[in-house]
C-alpha cells in the first residue's frame, strides 16, 4: 500500500490536481480512503433491491424478486457468520467447532421465547442473547481449560459441547424443538413488516444491518488493544503470558464475544430461512463456517465475509443446477485444493497477483 | 438383575467400537499432531465396501470377507490420503486438519451421491443375529462378537508398540518427535504406517458399528467421530490401555444414562467429559503452554537420568 502509494504523490505533472492539495487536505483523503471501500460495497448492497435487472443462469429471477432477496439475504448473514467466526479462528487462533452451538441457539432460543413465553420478537431475541453470552463464557471457560492437548483439546471440547446440543434438538425433548422438522417461524411474536414473501426486502434489510454490524463490531475490536493481544496470542501466547497479560481472558473475552454475534445470526437464520432447522445445530454447520473463512482468507478484512457469500450462493444453486452431484461434493473438493493451490483463500490470490 | 447385565454387555460393546476409532485416532495425533477428522470419512466408505461385498456373497462367509474388504478399504484409503495429502504438508498443523476437514464433508457427500441419503439395512448372518441368555438376560450375540474383536485389537497395538522395532520408534515419536528424528530415524514412515494402521481399525470399526447398529448411513461416521474426540480427551494419549479404559467408561456411561436417565446418555456422556476437563489438576499458575511444557519434560528428564 505504501509503496504505491509515495511514488504517486511525488511527481509534479501529471497527478490529479487533488494530490497536489496541501497536507492537510492529504491527510484528510487518507484517512477516508479505508472507509472508501466498504461504503461503496455497502451502497451496492443497498441499491440491490433497487434492481430489475435480469442475469440469466446466477439468478432464477429479476434482481429484486423475492427469491433473489432472499438468497442474496441468506449470502449475507452467511458472510457475517463467518466473519464472526473468524475472530476466534483467524484472529485469536482458537479453532472452536462448536459455534453452530450458538447459532442454533440463537434460533431456537428466539423461537421458542416467542412461543413458550408469549415475548414478542425483539425482547425474545435480546433475552436469548443474554442467555446465550451467559452459555457462551461458562462453556468457553470450560473449553479453554483443556490443556492436556493444547489448542486441539480445545477444538474437541467444544465439538462435543455443540454434538450434546445437537442431540438434544434432534430428540425433540417435550415437542419443543420439533425434532428432525424443526419449528416453523412463529409468525404472530414477529411484526407484520418481516413476515411475508412481499416483504422479502425487509428482511433482507435486516440482514445487511446484521452484517453492518458485525463487520463493525469486529473490525473495531480488532484494531483496538484487545484485537492486539489476541493477535499476539494468535501468534505466540507464551510472549503474551510473559508480557503479563492473561491469555485465558482474552481469549474467553474473543469467545464470548464471536458466540454472541453467533447468538445474533441464529436469530437472522430463524428470520430469513422463516423456521428454525437442527441442521443449524449440527457440527458440520460448523465445519462449513471454517471452509467459508479458509476459503475466504482467515484474519483479513474481507476474506470471511467473501468466503462465506460465495460458499452459500454456490451451495444453494448447485442443487439448482442439476450436476447430479451433492454440492458438498463440490464445495469439499474445492476446500481441500484450495488449501493447497490458494493458501491465504481467495482475497490473497487477488492480492498476489497485483503485487 | 437382567437389565443391568444386558446394559453392561451393550455397553461394553459399544465401548468396543468407540475404542477402535479413537485408538486410531490417539495414535495419529500422538504422533503427528494431525486431528483427523476424515478418520470418520474412513469409516463410511468402509464399512459401505463392506456392505456390497456382504450383500454379493451373502451368509457367514460373505461377512468374513465383508470384514477384510472393510479392513483393506479403510488401510488403502488412509495410506493414499497420507502419501497424497497429508505428506505434503508436514509441520503445518493447522493446514493439516483442514484438509482432513474438507474430507470429511466431501466424501459423505460422494457417498450419498452413489448410494443415497437414506440408511439401509447391514445384512446380518443368522448366527450373529440371534441372543445368548447371560444371568437371565437375553443378550445379542454381535455384543460379545464386538468386545472379543476389540480386545484381540487391543493386544495387538500392545504387542505393536512394545514388542517390534517400528512400535518402538511409534513409541518414541509420540514421546519427542524432534528428538527421533534427530537420530537419523526416518519417521515419515512411522507416519504412513501409523496412518494406514488406524485406517485398517477405523474400517474394521465400520463394519462391527454395521453389525451394531445393524444399519449405514453416509454420515454414521461422522457421528460416531465425536464420540471418539470424546474417548481421547478422557483417556489421553498414551498408553493405549487408558484409551481401552475411557472408552469402556464412555459406552458404559452412555448406556446405562440411555436407560436410567431417560434417553439422555449422549448428554451424559459430555457432562462427563466436562467433569473430567475440570477436575484436572492445574499444577500451579502460568500459561498453558508452560504447563504443558513442565509436563511433557519431567518424565523425559527422569529417563534420561535412568540411561546415564
Redo the contacts between chains.
Sequence with gaps: MTATRTPRATPAAPAPAVKDAPGAEDGLLRRLRPATVPVAVLLVLALLPYSALDIPVLLDGPVNSPGSLQLFALCLVFGALALGYDLMFGRTGLLSFGHALYIAGGSYGTQLAMTELGLGLLPAALLTLLLGALAAFVLGAVSLRTLALGSVGFAMVTLAFAQAGSIYVERNPGGLTGGEEGLPLYVDGVPDALVGVQNTVNVYWLALAYLVLVAGVVWTVTARPAGRVWQAIRDNEQRVAVLGRSPFAHKLGAFVLASSLAVLGGVLHLLVTAGATPHTSTPEFTLTLLVMVVLGGSGTRWGPVVGGVLFTYLDQRLGGWDLGVEPMLILGSLFVLAVYLAPGGITALGRRRNA | MDTLVLLTLTGLGLGALYFLIASGLALI?GLM?V?N?AHGAFLTVSVYAAWRTAETVGGMPGLLLAAVVGTLTGLLLAAVVELV?IR??YGRV??Q???T??????????V??VWGADARPFPVPDALSGTVGVLGARVPVNRFLLIAVALLVLAGIHLFLSRTRYGLIVRAGVEDRAMVTALGIDVTRAFTLVFALGGALAGLAGVLGGLYFGSLSPHQG??LL?FA??V??IG??VPITSVALSALTVGLVQQYANYYAG??G??A??VL??AV??S?P?AGT???????RR?LTTPRTRSAGGTA
Excluded: H, N, W
Design positions: 495425533f499432531d486431528l477428522f495429502l505434503r504438508l493447522k493446514e486438519i483442514l484438509v476437514v474438507g474430507l470429511s464433508l466431501a466424501v459423505p457427500a460422494l450419498q451421491t461422522t457421528s465425536v474426540f470424546v481421547v480427551i489421553g494419549l434417553g439422555y449422549d448428554l456422556v459430555v467429559l466436562a476437563v475440570l484436572r492445574a502460568g500459561s498453558p503452554l508452560t504447563r504443558l509436563a
